[in-house]
């Protein structure tokens, strides 16, 4: 059974960098897009963003959030079966619970399993 | 981009059916995955790819889709059914992926 566990620091002040990471465990981190989603305390879900494997294209591919696209990267490293989400110049609008998860390939319009979630609060 | 709406709040009856939808522009073209999230825990899948449950995922939850509408019923309700309920699909271009606002569901 895959299970996704995430980690990364949770409180950070305006203006740092968000990095949080996703390990895989139980599965193939091939034949799926791996997907970030945050959500603001009270609030529904946003989708931040995904990134594939390299079997689409070398380094994988990504899509992300237009709303957050000037301050995103996603990576992976498939030596370790973990994915990473870094955002930039974070403000208190950033506070959020994210969680890390997936979907496969040939469907994308499903996420399974998710990761526990990470409140990261901004705050100065 | 496009967006998809829920009503915010749904009660029913123990033991009754309720209906949670979900509409926007992008359902009729993709279909609409849902998640059941408890206070405190991450979302989970309940019912994706217009007419696939989870294992695991108690039969009393069924999915059906019309045009740009896709619902989520429960048939016959359990007080462990309370939660907030989210549809999610891709938008329209296909490369992003949205949610509906969420529906909170308590179960009387």
């Known amino acids: 059974q895959v299970q996704l566990q995430q980690w990364g620091a949770r409180l950070l002040k305006p203006s740092e960098t968000l990095s949080l990471t996703c390990g895989v465990s139980?599965?193939?981190?091939?034949?799926?897009?791996w997907t970030w989603i945050r959500q603001s305390p009270g609030k529904g879900l946003e989708w931040i963003g995904e990134i594939s494997h390299r079997e689409i294209a070398p380094g994988g591919t990504t899509n992300y959030n237009p709303s957050l696209k000037s301050r995103v990267t996603m990576s992976t490293d498939t030596s370790k079966n973990q994915f990473s989400l870094h955002l930039t110049s974070v403000t208190a609008a950033d506070t959020a619970v994210y969680f890390c998860?997936?979907?496969?390939?040939?469907?994308?319009?499903?996420?399974?399993?998710w990761g526990q979630g990470t409140l990261v609060t901004v705050s100065s | 981009s496009s967006e998809l709406t829920q009503d915010p709040a749904v009660s029913v009856a123990l033991g009754q059916t309720v209906t949670v939808t979900c509409q926007g522009a992008s359902l009729r073209v993709y279909y609409a995955s849902w998640y059941q999230q408890k206070p405190g825990q991450a979302p989970t899948l309940v019912f994706f790819?217009?007419?696939s449950r989870p294992s695991g995922i108690p039969d009393r939850f069924s999915a059906s889709s019309s045009g740009d509408t896709s619902s989520l019923t429960i048939t016959g309700a359990q007080a462990e059914d309370e939660a907030a309920y989210y549809c999610?699909?891709?938008?329209?271009?296909?490369?992003?992926?949205?949610f509906g606002g969420g529906t909170k569901l308590t179960v009387l």
């Open positions: 998860t997936r979907t496969p390939l040939h469907a994308r319009n499903y996420f399974d399993p």
């Open positions: 139980g599965g193939s981190f091939s034949g799926f897009y």
């Open positions: 790819s217009g007419n």
């Open positions: 999610g699909s891709r938008d329209i271009g296909g490369k992003q992926v949205i």
